[in-house]
């Protein structure tokens, strides 16, 4: 039987087109980090695992960003109990995930789950990626089944009665390796409650010191005494030079090695020590920025990954690259005065700019969808007008005779559809 419904086409040649209809049409919602302590913002109270930010900021920054891009009607939201009803007040078609979650375990998968359960696209990581991305430990597990390089490394299981099977996992991962060691929570942000410990003695202590922040397990790694560097990578689409770009695999770029002060072993929490100009510097080695720009991709593509992560590595006596960690919500501060984020500082670099960067996560996700995914998000297809330009015309019913016609024809052999006029 001949279908009669019109069926959406659509080529990323039709993209700016795409994107300039959504910009009066669409409704965009930047959503923060809801506070645990504002009235009605939750049920109870609870523990966050990972330490609390709104990243408020930020999403206004985004939230700017677009506005200035063209995008008529961007909602700041919070993720608290109160989302789901503004989502609908404000009728949203489309958000971007600026928040790492309020409180309880995995709190940076509770948006994106929440958005996928009412039916709103996102830029941001589905919840098994953003969970995944946020745990370190599972992370790095996953790494080490892949192949990727990463520190040797062990979880510390905090529960009572784990002592016996924890030192064997110890002695497995690192042998006679005497320290130093890094100790961290198994899910965190900023470098907040990292520890570098100079040898097993102290090892104990350190553990209960990061429990007791995060009531977690804890990660301990083995310290790498060479360069630290960072390195973003996002989807295959991006704005650049007033175009959209699609080349064939991700795009990797800010290749930065952070700049340690002669008191630091490790990089500093940026809440104690701001990101700035000098604190960072752009990889001029060909061979450094391969490396990177290969592992970066390599990620990329073996977590099947749709929006940007920033990736933090270091090496090791040999100069030999190791990843240490994801971070799933990278900040995008808008840069000035001095001061930057680990993924805007490559920008100029790469012939991008700020909004560059806004608009490309934008446009990958859409381009995604509408390539992809457009059977399921139908929303969005009716607000691209006109219409008729993504649509491959339906066919004519065909009429009683030429049905019989066609009917024979099938039995002789030829199965082609008859044109109708």
């Known amino acids: 039987m001949v279908n009669t419904d019109p069926k959406f086409q659509y080529e990323f040649n039709l993209l700016p087109q795409t994107i300039d209809t959504l910009k009066t049409a669409m409704r965009i919602a930047v959503i923060y980090g809801g506070n645990k302590t504002e009235p009605g913002a939750v049920l109870n109270q609870g523990h966050n695992s990972r330490p609390y930010k709104s990243y408020e900021k ?158 977690q397990n804890v990660l301990i790694e083995q310290y790498l005494p060479g360069r630290e560097y960072a390195v973003s990578v996002c989807g295959n689409v991006r704005h650049q030079n007033g175009e959209f770009v699609k080349q064939t695999g991700p795009f990797a770029f800010s290749m930065i090695e952070r700049v340690l002060a002669d008191d630091e072993q490790i990089f500093t929490s940026m809440d104690k020590r701001k990101i700035t100009n000098d604190r960072v510097r752009l990889i001029d080695d060909p061979i450094i920025k391969l490396q990177l720009k290969e592992i970066a991709q390599n990620v990329f593509r073996a977590f099947s990954l749709r929006t940007l992560i920033r990736l933090d590595l270091r090496a090791d006596e040999s100069g030999n690259l190791a990843i240490l960690e994801a971070n799933p919500k990278p900040d995008l501060k808008r840069p000035g005065q001095g001061v930057t984020s680990l993924t805007a500082y490559g920008l100029e670099a790469e012939n991008l700019t700020y909004h560059d960067l806004i608009l490309s996560l934008v446009a990958d996700r859409l381009d995604y969808l509408f390539s992809q995914r457009s059977n399921v998000w139908p929303h969005l297809i009716k607000l691209i007008k006109p219409v008729d330009a993504f649509m491959i015309p339906a066919a004519k019913p065909l009429a009683h005779n030429e049905f019989e016609e066609w009917e024979t024809e099938k039995e002789m052999g030829n199965t082609a559809v008859p044109s109708v006029n």
């Open 58 to 215: 930020v999403a206004a920054d985004i939230q700017t960003a677009l506005f200035e891009l063209g995008f008529e009607h961007v909602f700041l939201l919070a993720d608290d109990l109160t989302l789901p009803q503004e989502l609908q007040a404000a009728q949203i078609d489309f958000a971007w995930v600026n928040s790492c979650g309020v409180q309880g375990l995995n709190p940076a998968a509770h948006t994106p789950a929440m958005l996928e359960m009412m039916g709103i696209p996102y830029v941001g990581h589905n919840p098994l990626n953003a969970t995944l991305l946020d745990n370190k430990h599972v992370f790095k597990n996953e790494l080490a089944a892949l192949g990727l390089p990463t520190a040797p490394f062990m979880t510390w299981n905090t529960t009572p009665g784990m002592l016996g099977l924890n030192i064997e996992c110890f002695k497995r991962s690192f042998g006679e390796y005497p320290g130093p060691f890094i100790v961290k929570p198994i899910s965190g942000r900023a470098s907040l409650h990292v520890h570098v410990v100079p040898d097993r003695s102290e090892l104990t202590d350190v553990i209960s010191e990061v429990h007791a922040h995060t009531l």
